[in-house]
């Protein structure tokens, strides 16, 4: 079997000349909070055009080019990790990026693929999770292509564009978008990129009239969310039938960005073959409320109080992306993170890694997670400490459906 290895970057829609020139200078990440130049633009942009959907919010706040929150990253301002705003499941532990290794590597193995192959990771961050799961690759003595398709290139990740090469000498090939990814046999993984995808908000009336929610400015010139006087464009387009005849049903908010990806991924599945792994925290598509907001050094703050300097999520709705594409691939889960680890072996993993372990402070990790992973009523540490579920789901050729399905 050999592979191929790619990152894939977000795509940058074209942004005015007037927010381009409020640039940072190199090594310069650092704007004050009291020039942030992205939030000066978007409140003229409304006082000029009207208020913004919160998906062209969240959009222009995390790629908007060197001011978005993602153009920040470089080794002087975090955004990963203890000192930036987050932390990702491979920062955490190496178990994460090991299990998933063992994931790729037997899904291989049972598809029959023996040709050549393409690793294909989304969103890859600080690149931890794709040198964890490489060094299963490794032990396994697979060889593969890298193709890491970087939503967002940004200034740490440019030192790994020209050095072109994993540690083990691999070739690294980095695209900006999926199409420009080769038509090959592709494993597909995008850990923690969905929710940064922009969200459509939409909250039903005690009339049981829906409204889209839209970002506004109040009287003290300052960001706001307010309802659209009546249905739009959006409400009439992208709310579900089902979803419309659910009395129960206050809330909905769904990603058509992240609709297209799943479409994207999938259409590859068909036409070439191989096969995907999406995680995030997100639901199945039952869940009552809105969720989007912000990270600042890992404390929830006002979504609207720091355009660019503060990290916008929302939770995935796993069930409307299955519903896009469980026609064309065999979809499986969602399932909690929990018990997709706990299927893999994560116990027995954790054990070698205690017994191995002689640094005092990863050792105690390694024991919170293991009595967290051993509580069925809790979560399991790589996301019950994150605030939020994370679900796991699959995607493969229908024509393995069946062997799938017996396997379990």
């Given at each position: ?253 769904c990603s058509p960005e ?83 680890l706990a299927q893999l ?64």
């Amino acid at each position: 079997m050999n592979p191929s290895y790619c990152w894939i970057s977000r795509n940058f829609r074209k942004f005015p000349s007037s927010l381009r020139r409020f640039s940072h200078e190199a090594g310069a990440t650092k704007v004050s909070k009291e020039s942030n130049a992205l939030k000066r633009f978007m409140i003229d942009k409304i006082r000029a055009t009207g208020p913004i959907t919160v998906a062209e919010y969240m959009k222009t706040a995390v790629s908007a080019p060197s001011v978005g929150y993602y153009g920040l990253f470089s080794d002087s301002q975090k955004v990963f990790g203890k000192e930036g705003d987050f932390i990702t499941a491979p920062e955490l532990t190496q178990l994460f990026g090991e299990l998933l290794g063992v994931w790729c590597y037997y899904e291989l193995a049972n598809t029959g693929h023996r040709g050549h192959w393409q690793l294909v990771e989304f969103g890859p961050g600080t690149g931890q999770l794709m040198c964890d799961l490489l060094s299963v690759m490794e032990r396994f003595q697979v060889t593969y292509s890298l193709f890491i398709p970087i939503y967002g290139l940004i200034k740490r990740k440019e030192n790994y564009v020209r050095k072109n090469t994993t540690k083990s000498g691999v070739p690294i090939f980095w695209y900006k978008t999926i199409e420009d990814v080769p038509e090959n046999f592709s494993v597909f993984i995008a850990n923690e990129f969905l929710d940064a995808l922009p969200v459509h908000q939409f909250a039903r009336d005690g009339d049981g009239n829906w409204h889209e929610l839209y970002v506004n400015i109040n009287e003290g010139d300052e960001l706001c969310f307010m309802n659209s006087k009546g249905e739009n464009l959006h409400t009439r387009g992208l709310l579900p039938k089902e979803i419309r005849e659910d009395k129960e049903r206050k809330y909905w908010e769904c990603s058509p960005e992240a609709g297209t990806f799943v479409n994207q991924v999938a259409e590859r599945i068909v036409y070439n073959g191989g096969f995907g792994l999406l995680i995030d925290y997100g639901h199945d598509g039952s869940r009552n409320k809105l969720s989007f907001r912000a990270y600042k050094k890992h404390q929830l703050v006002d979504p609207l109080s720091q355009p660019g300097f503060i990290d916008l999520t929302a939770d995935v709705d796993f069930g409307y992306l299955k519903s896009l594409v469980v026609d064309r691939v065999a979809v499986f889960g969602p399932n909690t993170q929990r018990e997709f680890l706990a299927q893999l072996g994560a116990e027995l993993r954790l054990r070698r890694l205690l017994k191995s372990c002689d640094d005092r402070e990863k050792q105690e990790m390694l024991i919170r997670l293991f009595i967290a992973t051993n509580r069925l009523e809790s979560y399991n540490f790589l996301m019950g400490e994150m605030g939020e579920r994370f679900m796991a789901m699959s995607m493969f050729p229908k024509t393995l459906n069946g062997i799938l399905e017996k396997r379990g």
